[in-house]
């Protein structure tokens, strides 16, 4: 995971293990929904080991507002940043959130990392990231 690629996880680590303001753009009101990368890639093994050739999702159906992510990633990093609001992209959609049904049922195969233990282990991935620089 690149540090500044423009994806909300990056970008909320990478300002809050460096105090910096936490970037929200707009109320933050939005959701996402986030898998952890060895979900992601169990999924996509799974779909590709399959005979299944329709389009399947693989992702999280769990929603979080934008928000509410920086906020628990604030008091995950023990950060003492501050989350400032820019404005919100015209185009940025107000709500992400796959359908999972066609994994579950084609492939048996849903997320399995809770949010808080893929924070954590993606926290640690920054921290090792900042130290090597």
């Known amino acids: ?19 910096q303001p936490v970037t929200i753009f707009g ?10 990368i060895d ?8 779909l590709l080991m399959s005979d299944v050739v329709e389009p399947v999702n693989i992702g ?12 628990e990633i604030i008091s995950l990093t023990n950060s003492s940043s501050k989350i400032v609001f820019k404005d919100l992209p015209v185009d940025d959609p107000r709500v992400r959130q796959p359908d999972i049904t066609r994994a579950k049922t084609l492939l048996d195969w849903q997320p399995a990392i809770p949010l808080q233990e893929g924070l954590k282990l993606t926290f ?3 921290k090792n990231l900042k130290n090597s620089r």
Not at 27 to 36: E, L, N, P, V
Not at 39 to 46: A, H, L, T
Not at 60 to 71: G, L, R, T
């Open 27 to 36: 109320d933050g009101s939005q959701t996402r929904s986030f898998i952890y």
């Open 60 to 71: 999280n159906p769990e929603e979080i507002s934008v928000i509410k992510m920086a906020q």
């Open 1 to 19: 995971m690149r540090i500044n690629d423009g994806r909300a996880i990056p970008a909320f680590f990478t300002q809050t293990i460096n105090n």
């Open 124 to 126: 640690e991935y920054f």
């Open 39 to 46: 979900d992601q890639v169990e999924g996509i093994f799974k």
